[in-house]
């Protein structure tokens, strides 16, 4: 090769690093400048008590949440799936300016019954993180979500079912061989009635962790750990501590967003 070809050779080769180079800056810069909010809903009652022994923590209504969704959607936000998250950590998709995730713990029947409606309607997506051992069960009085149901929602593709545990005790109290053989067990009975999930994405009963659960469910095929509480930044986001904020019964979505753009939470 002539001295001319090498010189056209090393700028060729100049310009792909620099274009390589920018490109992840640029995505970078992009990462920075995004806050991921992940809100987190419980049980749904058309009726709201007088008193409760939780401080009204886990309990809204139907029209509140529908209320929340469309303030989310007239103020600009996007609202994304754990597998759309999933894709933009990887590169694969650019993410929304103002993303937004929805999930639901425990796996309440009352999200089939109230909120898989309010879901269709608005064509939004979220995320049920299910105790497995409580699939189909009537507890206490409150009904839990069959397998039906779940198939049925995941099937609209509007929803995404993990996990919440096997049995929703604090994990963080026992030796972690028994958090991660429940989590495998969880996810072997989900993957039995809804088919193999590409995912895997485990919520913490209580949020009840320690570092070694963290690297024990890392090192265990769980690709995305959710359990404290606060506001993600796409920047530093870190797929095994992935933050919520919980919503208390009727808070506004006027509220949210102010304590989203605050960053109070």
Same mark, same amino acid.
């Given at each position: 090769?002539?001295?001319?070809?090498?010189? =056209? $050779?090393?700028?060729?080769? &100049?310009?792909?690093?620099?274009? !390589?180079? *920018?490109? /992840?800056?640029?995505?970078?810069?992009?990462?920075?400048?995004?806050?991921?909010?992940?809100?987190?809903?419980?049980?749904?009652?058309?009726?709201?008590?007088?008193?409760?022994?939780?401080?009204?923590?886990?309990?809204?209504?139907?029209?509140?949440?529908?209320?929340?969704?469309?303030?989310?959607?007239?103020?600009?936000?996007?609202?994304?799936?754990?597998?759309?998250?999933?894709?933009?950590?990887?590169?694969?998709?650019?993410?929304?300016?103002?993303?937004?995730?929805?999930?639901?713990?425990?796996?309440?029947?009352?999200?089939?019954?109230?909120?898989?409606? =309010? $879901?269709?309607?608005?064509? &939004?997506?979220?995320?049920?993180? !299910?105790? *497995?051992? /409580?699939?189909?069960?009537?507890?206490?009085?409150?009904?839990?979500?069959?397998?039906?149901?779940?198939?049925?929602?995941?099937?609209?593709?509007?929803?995404?079912?993990?996990?919440?545990?096997?049995?929703?005790?604090?994990?963080?109290?026992?030796?972690?061989?028994?958090?991660?053989?429940?989590?495998?067990?969880?996810?072997?009975?989900?993957?039995?009635?809804?088919?193999?999930?590409?995912?895997?994405?485990?919520?913490?009963?209580?949020?009840?962790?320690?570092?070694?659960?963290?690297?024990?469910?890392?090192?265990?095929?769980?690709?995305?750990?959710?359990?404290? $509480?606060?506001?993600?930044?796409?920047?530093?986001?870190?797929?095994?501590?992935?933050?919520?904020?919980?919503?208390?019964?009727?808070?506004?979505?006027?509220?949210?967003?102010?304590?989203?753009?605050?960053?109070?939470?």
């Amino acid at each position: 090769m002539n001295f001319k070809k090498w010189i =056209i $050779l090393v700028i060729f080769i &100049v310009i792909v690093i620099v274009g !390589i180079y *920018t490109f /992840k800056q640029m995505k970078y810069e992009q990462r920075a400048d995004v806050k991921i909010p992940v809100l987190l809903y419980h049980n749904f009652v058309t009726t709201v008590p007088e008193s409760d022994p939780d401080n009204f923590q886990y309990i809204n209504t139907p029209e509140s949440f529908e209320e929340n969704i469309k303030t989310f959607l007239e103020n600009g936000y996007t609202i994304i799936s754990m597998e759309e998250l999933n894709d933009a950590y990887n590169g694969k998709i650019a993410l929304p300016s103002k993303p937004l995730l929805i999930t639901f713990d425990d796996g309440y029947y009352s999200n089939y019954e109230y909120i898989y409606p =309010i $879901l269709k309607k608005y064509h &939004v997506k979220a995320s049920i993180y !299910i105790i *497995t051992d /409580k699939v189909g069960q009537e507890i206490d009085g409150i009904e839990y979500l069959g397998w039906d149901e779940c198939l049925e929602m995941q099937n609209s593709g509007l929803v995404e079912i993990y996990s919440h545990s096997k049995r929703h005790v604090f994990y963080s109290k026992l030796p972690v061989r028994e958090l991660r053989d429940d989590v495998k067990e969880s996810y072997e009975l989900i993957e039995k009635y809804l088919g193999k999930k590409d995912l895997k994405v485990f919520a913490y009963p209580y949020g009840a962790y320690t570092d070694e659960t963290v690297r024990a469910l890392k090192n265990n095929g769980i690709d995305f750990q959710l359990y404290d $509480l606060g506001l993600n930044n796409f920047k530093d986001f870190d797929k095994n501590f992935i933050k919520r904020i919980n919503i208390p019964c009727e808070m506004t979505g006027k509220e949210i967003i102010e304590e989203i753009e605050k960053g109070t939470f």
